[in-house]
């Protein structure tokens, strides 16, 4: 619930940035729309915690077989995402990775649970899995991943 409200207090300047010369109802539209992504970002943060620790526990030599499969879906090797010397490729592989896992985790559990309820979303079929934009989920991830290493200092 503290990701929730944080989110919806940090799209606030985003919302008023946006809703210049519009009408109330356009306004009441954008402030809809930027409330669900917050509250979307803030729930698949949750649930991609424990993604984020395998990814951060994982080696070139060896890593969970969630995120294996991620990066075979990708395209690619958890060796060479970790090994790479450019900053950019790590850190970016590392959260489209992370995305990707996640992703397969919520298809995951629609297909055992049948839906996958949230605050304000619910996931019935891997097609509204499908539909989560790669934005929202690797969001999402960032701010685990920033979350446990704020956590970590403690």
Request: glycine share 4%.
């Given at each position: 619930?503290?990701?929730?409200?944080?989110?919806?207090?940090?799209?606030?300047?985003?919302?008023?940035?946006?809703?210049?010369?519009?009408?109330?109802?356009?306004?009441?539209?954008?402030?809809?729309?930027?409330n669900?992504?917050?509250?979307?970002?803030?729930?698949?943060?949750?649930?991609?915690?424990?993604?984020?620790?395998?990814i951060?526990?994982?080696?070139?030599?060896?890593?969970?077989?969630?995120?294996l499969?991620?990066a075979h879906?990708?395209?690619?090797?958890?060796?060479?995402?970790?090994?790479?010397?450019?900053e950019?490729?790590?850190?970016?592989?590392?959260?489209?990775?992370?995305?990707?896992?996640?992703?397969n985790?919520?298809?995951?559990?629609?297909?055992?649970?049948?839906?996958?309820?949230?605050?304000?979303?619910?996931?019935?079929t891997?097609e509204?899995?499908?539909?989560?934009?790669?934005?929202?989920?690797m969001?999402?991830?960032?701010?685990?991943?920033?979350?446990?290493?704020?956590?970590?200092?403690?």
């Amino acid at each position: 619930m503290f990701l929730v409200s944080f989110f919806k207090k940090v799209f606030s300047p985003i919302i008023n940035f946006f809703t210049s010369g519009k009408t109330k109802e356009e306004v009441k539209k954008i402030a809809h729309i930027a409330n669900l992504t917050a509250s979307k970002i803030a729930d698949l943060a949750n649930v991609a915690m424990p993604i984020i620790k395998m990814i951060t526990d994982a080696t070139p030599n060896k890593a969970d077989d969630a995120i294996l499969t991620a990066a075979h879906s990708l395209g690619t090797t958890v060796a060479s995402i970790l090994s790479s010397t450019d900053e950019i490729t790590r850190d970016g592989g590392r959260l489209k990775l992370a995305a990707e896992a996640l992703r397969n985790h919520l298809i995951e559990l629609v297909r055992t649970r049948g839906k996958v309820e949230f605050q304000d979303f619910t996931l019935r079929t891997m097609e509204d899995v499908m539909s989560l934009p790669k934005g929202i989920l690797m969001s999402a991830c960032q701010d685990a991943y920033t979350i446990s290493n704020e956590i970590k200092k403690i």
